[in-house]
C-alpha cells in the first residue's frame, strides 16, 4: 500500500481522503535533516507553508510520485528539481478564492462605516457616534486592478451593491469586460476616476510599488485603497504620506512588503481610517478545508494513476516524451514571453505554427509552454502548466494550432503569431543541435539570435548610420552591447536589430532611441 507522509497541519478532511487508498503518517516537527531522512519512505507528500522540499529533501524523495502544497504558493517546493525527477507537483489554485474575495469587500465596508475603531471605542467605554460618520458604496466607483477569479467575484458582489465597477487588466479581452459587466479601461482612467481602488495582482517587477506618490497623486481626493493581494504592491512610505496629508481617505491592508510588519511601521500609528489585518485573505475554516480537500484528491488520484488536475509542472508526459520534447517546450515558452512583450497589451489571438520534424510530435505540451510564456510577464507564478489554458481561455484569448512539416530550414522551428490592441507581432525560433535556443525571425524579418536576459529590438529604415547612432547612444550610458544582428528583406528597406544587452535600460533612454531619426519603433524585452 502507498505511504503518504503529511508534514505540516492540515485539516482531518484532507488526512481521511488519503487513508482511503494509503497509510498515512503524520509529523509536523520534522527538522529539516530528519525530513531527508524519512522521504525515502513516501510515495507521496502533502505540506504547506511550514515544509521546505529544497532541492536535496525532493532528490531524497527518491520514490515519491507526487508533492502537494495545500495552498497557492509553491515557493517552498524547488519544483524544477521535482519536475526533472518525474514527480508531479500540485497545488489548489482556487481553494481560497472566496475567502480573498469576500476579505476584501469586508474589508472594503469597514473602511467605510470605521466599523474597528467604532468598536475599539465603544468597548473603550465611549458612546462617540459623531467621529464615525462613514460613506456608503452605493453608486460609487470601484477600480479593481487585475480581473482573475478574485477580482471578478469581487466585482460581482460589488455590482449587487449598485457600485460602478472599472477595471484594469492588460489579458482580459474586452468581450470578457463585457460578460463580467465591467467597464475595461486604461490604468490612468480607472486612478483618476474611482472612489474605490481595491488590487488583485501577482508581485511582479512591474507591479512593484504600482501604487506610489506619483500615480496617488493623479487620484480622486477621499479615494479608499484595498490591498489583499501581495505586499510591496502599494509604496507603503507613499501610502502613509497620503493619508496624513489627507489625499487618500483610507486604506486597508492584509499584505505587507515586509511580513510580520514590523513593529516600527509607521503604518501602525495611523488612525481610524486606517485597517490593517495580518495577512488573514486565506484564514477561513472554508478556505482550509477547500485546500486540504483539493491537493489530497489529486494525491489520492495520482496514487491511482489518474492525471492531476492543478499541477504546476508539466503533468501527463511520459519521461521519454518529456526528454524529448524539454528543449521545444523551452522554446515555445521563450518565445510566448517575447511574443507577449513585443505585443505590448491586451492579446486577443495566438497561433501556434509547429514547422519541420517537430510538426509531427505531440502538440499539446507545446501550445501550453507558448501560453505560460505568453502569460508570465503578468502572472508570474500563478501561471503554470496546467492552468495556462485555462487563464487563457479566462482572458478571452483565443488559441489556434497550425502545422507545416515541409519547411526545412531547420530540423524543427516554431512560430508565434500574436494579434491584440497594439497590432500583430510575429516570431520564429528553432533549435540548433539538440538544445541550443535560437530567435530565428521577427515579424518576418531573418535573424539568427540566442535570446539573452536582456534584449533591445528595433525596427528602423536600412541606411547608413543608424546602427553606430544607436551604439553611441547606449555608450553614452554606460549600456553595454554583448551582441548584434540585423534582418532585413531588402536593401535600404525596413529592417530589424536585436542588440544582447548586459544591462537594463536607464529610465528615459528607450524614448531617446525612438527618436533618432530612421527608428520606427523599439521595444526592450527580459526573458
Same mark, same amino acid.
Given at each position: 500500500?502507498?505511504?503518504?507522509?503529511?508534514?505540516?497541519?492540515?485539516?482531518?478532511?484532507?488526512?481521511?481522503?488519503?487513508?482511503?487508498?494509503?497509510?498515512?503518517?503524520?509529523?509536523?516537527?520534522?527538522?529539516?535533516?530528519?525530513?531527508?531522512?524519512?522521504?525515502?519512505?513516501?510515495?507521496?507528500?502533502?505540506?504547506?507553508?511550514?515544509?521546505?522540499?529544497?532541492?536535496?529533501?525532493?532528490?531524497?524523495?527518491?520514490?515519491?510520485?507526487?508533492?502537494?502544497?495545500?495552498?497557492?504558493?509553491?515557493?517552498?517546493?524547488?519544483?524544477?528539481?521535482?519536475?526533472?525527477?518525474?514527480?508531479?507537483?500540485?497545488?489548489?489554485?482556487?481553494?481560497?478564492?472566496?475567502?480573498?474575495?469576500?476579505?476584501?469587500?469586508?474589508?472594503?465596508?469597514?473602511?467605510?462605516?470605521?466599523?474597528?475603531?467604532?468598536?475599539?471605542?465603544?468597548?473603550?467605554?465611549?458612546?462617540?457616534?459623531?467621529?464615525?460618520?462613514?460613506?456608503?458604496?452605493?453608486?460609487?466607483?470601484?477600480?479593481?486592478?487585475?480581473?482573475?477569479?478574485?477580482?471578478?467575484?469581487?466585482?460581482?458582489?460589488?455590482?449587487?451593491?449598485?457600485?460602478?465597477?472599472?477595471?484594469?487588466?492588460?489579458?482580459?479581452?474586452?468581450?470578457?469586460?463585457?460578460?463580467?459587466?465591467?467597464?475595461?479601461?486604461?490604468?490612468?482612467?480607472?486612478?483618476?476616476?474611482?472612489?474605490?481602488?481595491?488590487?488583485?495582482?501577482?508581485?511582479?517587477?512591474?507591479?512593484? =510599488?504600482?501604487?506610489?506618490?506619483?500615480?496617488?497623486?493623479?487620484?480622486?481626493?477621499?479615494?479608499?485603497?484595498?490591498?489583499?493581494?501581495?505586499?510591496?504592491?502599494?509604496?507603503?512610505?507613499?501610502?502613509?504620506?497620503?493619508?496624513?496629508?489627507?489625499?487618500?481617505?483610507?486604506?486597508?491592508?492584509?499584505?505587507?512588503?515586509?511580513?510580520?510588519?514590523?513593529?516600527?511601521?509607521?503604518?501602525?500609528?495611523?488612525?481610524?481610517?486606517?485597517?490593517?489585518?495580518?495577512?488573514?485573505?486565506?484564514?477561513?475554516?472554508?478556505?482550509?478545508?477547500?485546500?486540504?480537500?483539493?491537493?489530497?484528491?489529486?494525491?489520492?488520484?495520482?496514487?491511482?494513476?489518474?492525471?492531476?488536475?492543478?499541477?504546476?509542472?508539466?503533468?501527463?508526459?511520459?519521461?521519454?516524451?518529456?526528454?524529448?520534447?524539454?528543449?521545444?517546450?523551452?522554446?515555445?515558452?521563450?518565445?510566448?514571453?517575447?511574443?507577449?512583450?513585443?505585443?505590448?497589451?491586451?492579446?486577443?489571438?495566438?497561433?501556434?505554427?509547429?514547422?519541420?520534424?517537430?510538426?509531427?510530435?505531440?502538440?499539446?505540451?507545446?501550445?501550453?509552454?507558448?501560453?505560460?510564456?505568453?502569460?508570465?510577464?503578468?502572472?508570474?507564478?500563478?501561471?503554470?502548466?496546467?492552468?495556462?489554458?485555462?487563464?487563457?481561455?479566462?482572458?478571452?484569448? =483565443?488559441?489556434?494550432?497550425?502545422?507545416?512539416?515541409?519547411?526545412?530550414?531547420?530540423?524543427?522551428?516554431? =512560430?508565434?503569431?500574436?494579434?491584440?490592441?497594439?497590432?500583430?507581432?510575429?516570431?520564429?525560433?528553432?533549435?540548433?543541435?539538440?538544445?541550443?535556443?535560437?530567435?530565428?525571425?521577427?515579424?518576418?524579418?531573418?535573424?539568427?539570435?540566442?535570446?539573452?536576459?536582456?534584449?533591445?529590438?528595433?525596427? =528602423?529604415?536600412?541606411?547608413?548610420?543608424?546602427?553606430?547612432?544607436?551604439?553611441?547612444?547606449?555608450?553614452?550610458?554606460?549600456?553595454?552591447?554583448?551582441?548584434?544582428?540585423?534582418?532585413?528583406?531588402?536593401?535600404?528597406?525596413?529592417?530589424?536589430?536585436?542588440?544582447?544587452?548586459?544591462?537594463?535600460?536607464?529610465?528615459?533612454?528607450?524614448?531617446?532611441?525612438?527618436?533618432?531619426?530612421?527608428?520606427?519603433?523599439?521595444?526592450?524585452?527580459?526573458?
Amino acid at each position: 500500500m502507498p505511504k503518504v507522509l503529511v508534514s505540516d497541519p492540515i485539516d482531518q478532511v484532507g488526512i481521511d481522503i488519503l487513508s482511503q487508498v494509503a497509510t498515512v503518517d503524520v509529523k509536523t516537527t520534522l527538522s529539516p535533516e530528519e525530513l531527508i531522512q524519512v522521504l525515502p519512505e513516501y510515495d507521496a507528500i502533502m505540506i504547506r507553508s511550514g515544509t521546505k522540499l529544497t532541492k536535496e529533501a525532493v532528490e531524497a524523495g527518491k520514490n515519491l510520485k507526487i508533492i502537494g502544497r495545500a495552498g497557492v504558493g509553491v515557493d517552498n517546493v524547488d519544483v524544477p528539481t521535482a519536475t526533472r525527477m518525474g514527480i508531479v507537483v500540485v497545488n489548489s489554485p482556487e481553494g481560497n478564492t472566496i475567502a480573498a474575495a469576500e476579505h476584501t469587500l469586508a474589508m472594503m465596508m469597514s473602511l467605510s462605516r470605521f466599523i474597528p475603531a467604532a468598536n475599539a471605542s465603544l468597548k473603550g467605554g465611549k458612546w462617540d457616534r459623531k467621529s464615525f460618520t462613514g460613506v456608503e458604496v452605493y453608486k460609487k466607483t470601484l477600480g479593481i486592478l487585475g480581473l482573475g477569479k478574485i477580482g471578478s467575484h469581487v466585482a460581482t458582489v460589488a455590482k449587487s451593491l449598485g457600485m460602478r465597477i472599472l477595471a484594469y487588466d492588460p489579458f482580459l479581452t474586452a468581450e470578457r469586460a463585457e460578460k463580467l459587466g465591467v467597464h475595461l479601461v486604461e490604468l490612468e482612467i480607472l486612478l483618476r476616476e474611482a472612489d474605490y481602488i481595491t488590487l488583485h495582482l501577482p508581485k511582479t517587477k512591474d507591479t512593484q =510599488h504600482l501604487i506610489n506618490a506619483d500615480r496617488i497623486a493623479i487620484m480622486k481626493d477621499g479615494v479608499r485603497i484595498i490591498n489583499c493581494a501581495r505586499g510591496g504592491i502599494i509604496d507603503e512610505v507613499a501610502i502613509a504620506d497620503a493619508i496624513k496629508s489627507g489625499k487618500v481617505g483610507g486604506i486597508a491592508l492584509d499584505v505587507f512588503e515586509n511580513e510580520p510588519l514590523e513593529a516600527e511601521s509607521g503604518l501602525r500609528e495611523l488612525g481610524a481610517n486606517v485597517i490593517l489585518t495580518p495577512h488573514l485573505g486565506a484564514s477561513t475554516e472554508e478556505a482550509q478545508t477547500n485546500v486540504a480537500v483539493d491537493v489530497a484528491e489529486q494525491i489520492r488520484d495520482v496514487l491511482l494513476g489518474l492525471p492531476a488536475r492543478s499541477a504546476v509542472n508539466i503533468p501527463g508526459l511520459r519521461p521519454d516524451v518529456w526528454q524529448k520534447l524539454k528543449p521545444y517546450l523551452q522554446l515555445a515558452e521563450m518565445l510566448g514571453n517575447l511574443v507577449g512583450q513585443l505585443a505590448g497589451g491586451r492579446v486577443d489571438t495566438l497561433n501556434v505554427k509547429l514547422q519541420g520534424e517537430i510538426a509531427n510530435s505531440e502538440s499539446q505540451p507545446i501550445v501550453v509552454a507558448a501560453l505560460k510564456g505568453l502569460l508570465s510577464p503578468a502572472l508570474r507564478e500563478r501561471v503554470n502548466f496546467v492552468n495556462a489554458s485555462i487563464e487563457a481561455k479566462e482572458r478571452g484569448i =483565443h488559441v489556434t494550432e497550425t502545422r507545416d512539416p515541409s519547411v526545412e530550414d531547420y530540423s524543427g522551428s516554431i =512560430h508565434l503569431t500574436a494579434h491584440g490592441s497594439q497590432g500583430q507581432q510575429e516570431v520564429t525560433g528553432a533549435l540548433l543541435g539538440k538544445s541550443e535556443i535560437r530567435i530565428t525571425s521577427i515579424n518576418e524579418f531573418p535573424i539568427n539570435v540566442a535570446p539573452t536576459h536582456y534584449m533591445l529590438l528595433t525596427l =528602423h529604415r536600412d541606411m547608413p548610420g543608424i546602427i553606430g547612432r544607436i551604439g553611441s547612444l547606449l555608450g553614452n550610458f554606460n549600456v553595454n552591447i554583448a551582441s548584434m544582428q540585423v534582418g532585413r528583406r531588402m536593401v535600404r528597406g525596413e529592417a530589424v536589430m536585436v542588440l544582447n544587452i548586459d544591462d537594463p535600460l536607464p529610465s528615459g533612454l528607450l524614448d531617446e532611441i525612438v527618436h533618432i531619426q530612421g527608428v520606427t519603433d523599439a521595444f526592450v524585452v527580459k526573458l
